[in-house]
T-cell receptor
Framework: EPEVTQTPSHQVTQMGQEVILRCVPI?????FYWYRQILGQKVEFLVS????????KSEIFDDQFSVERPDGSNFTLKIRSTKLEDSAMYFC????????????FGSGTRLTVV | ELKVEQNPLFLSMQEGKNYTIYCNYS?????LYWYRQDPGKSLESLFV?????AVKQEGRLMASLDTKARLSTLHITAAVHDLSATYFC???????????FGTGTRLQVTL
């Protein structure tokens, strides 16, 4: 079964450093998303991406965050200057047709900011 | 702004028992999703409910959607230990391409 692949699985970074989280969505999917989950809490939407541009973003997704699809397969989330409160599990997801057939989530990247 | 609430937040039940998890959402939503999450793991898709009155079943789990009441339920029949996990519902709105997740229900099935 097709999977959404995320790397790395765990990243530890110092406060103020830049991090890039990487995702390879399912190849025939057109819609891409980033969500995050702070430990023990619910899953929160960050951003959606379609046709090479952001289609929606949440209040969490401020100027410190950016997304990019640098080639035909990767989808990245960059945090420019990490804060302690950015520590969370970050999930990438993709969907074929805006979610009518469901969304597939990756295994996540656990980001720890120290 | 769409809000999604689940109850209960925590559910401890014995093997063999039945129970229902409720998911209420605050504004019109055209689709409702259920996910399962094991500790430290990703979100596993369980059900996609696309219309009012939709009912889907997989094994011991059955999900339904009532868009008029803005309510979805996840019914567990004759629970087994392997069902222990956190279950999330998530609502989708037609004008957005995002999911709004509920608070999650942590299910613990005891032997």
């Amino acid at each position: 079964e097709p999977e959404v692949t995320q790397t790395p699985s765990h990243q530890v970074t110092q406060m103020g450093q830049e991090v890039i989280l990487r995702c390879v969505p399912i190849s025939n999917h057109l819609y891409f998303y980033w969500y995050r989950q702070i430990l023990g809490q619910k899953v929160e939407f960050l951003v959606s991406f379609y046709n090479n541009e952001i289609s929606e973003k949440s209040e969490i997704f401020d100027d410190q965050f950016s997304v990019e699809r640098p080639d035909g397969s990767n989808f990245t989330l960059k945090i420019r200057s990490t804060k302690l409160e950015d520590s969370a599990m970050y999930f990438c997801a993709s969907s074929e047709a805006g979610g009518v057939h469901g969304y597939t989530f990756g295994s996540g990247t656990r980001l720890t900011v120290v | 702004e769409l809000k999604v609430e689940q109850n209960p937040l925590f559910l401890s039940m014995q093997e063999g028992k039945n129970y229902t998890i409720y998911c209420n959402y605050s504004t019109t939503s055209d689709r409702l999703y259920w996910y399962r999450q094991d500790p430290g793991k990703s979100l596993e898709s369980l059900f996609v409910l696309l219309s009012n009155g939709a009912v889907k079943q997989e094994g011991r789990l059955m999900a339904s959607l009532d868009t008029k009441a803005r309510l979805s339920t996840l019914h567990i029949t004759a629970a087994v230990h392997d069902l222990s996990a956190t279950y999330f519902c998530a609502a989708h709105t037609g004008t957005a391409s995002k999911l709004t997740f509920g608070t999650g229900t942590r299910l613990q099935v005891t032997l």
